[in-house]
């Protein structure tokens, strides 16, 4: 059950930083403004890394039942999984080939 625990809580993390990364950079933008786009993409990569920090942090101080390998386990692969879905997926496919 721990290790369960764990390794939801690691899956967690990784995801809603993800998720607050791609929010914030997917936001709408003007092409005008390339150097704003370059400046948000590096803004959300240091508060997701700022993030995964201090959440890491406070579940290592707080969570006196984590099981640290199925936690970081889990992370890795929540973390990786977007560059594992392009090689075996259709993500970069086109509308043809992905109506096949």
Known sequence: MEAAGSALLGGLVASSGLAWQALRFFRPYRAAQPGALLAGMLMSEVFKLLFFAAA????????????????????????????????????GASKHERAE
Do not use: E
Not at 57 to 69: D, E, G, P, V
């Open 56 to 91: 890491f942090a406070l579940i290592f101080k707080t969570q006196k039942w984590l099981l640290h390998l199925p936690f970081l386990l889990a992370f890795i692969v929540v973390y990786l999984a977007p560059l594992l879905a392009r090689p075996s997926g259709r993500l």
